[in-house]
């Protein structure tokens, strides 16, 4: 069983930088793939970035260019830098796991809040 625990978040002015970081325990995660989800107020849930190995990675497009995925050699733990970030950033950020090969996600962490002011 893969719990997963995020770090990291709070509040910030647009244009400054966050780090998120997320640790995977229980079991091994070297063939999961990890993720950043968020949610925003009024908003369904919506993938950010995933993470499988350096050569494998996925970002949505509103992040492309301001935010990075990045994984530890160990493989569990995931972090997510968010740089220039935008009040449209604001969100409740979940950390997610899927075995490689997997359609959904089906591990996640409680959230952690990133709410960028103007």
């Known amino acids: 069983q893969v719990q997963l625990a995020e770090t990291g978040g709070g509040l910030v002015k647009a244009g400054a930088s966050l780090r998120l970081s997320c640790v995977a325990s229980?079991?091994?995660?070297?063939?999961?793939?990890l993720a950043w989800f968020r949610q925003a107020p009024g908003k369904e849930r919506e993938i950010v970035a995933a993470?499988?190995?350096?050569?494998?990675?996925y970002y949505a497009d509103s992040v492309k260019g301001r935010f990075t995925i990045s994984r530890n050699n160990a493989g569990n733990t995931v972090t997510l830098q968010m740089n220039s970030v935008k009040p449209e950033d604001t969100a409740v950020y979940y950390c997610?796991?899927?075995?490689?090969?997997?359609?959904?996600?089906?591990?996640w962490g409680q959230g952690t809040q990133v709410t960028v002011s103007s």
């Open positions: 993470v499988y190995n350096a050569h494998a990675t």
């Open positions: 997610a796991a899927k075995f490689r090969g997997a359609e959904d996600y089906d591990r």
């Open positions: 229980g079991r091994t995660v070297s063939n999961y793939v």
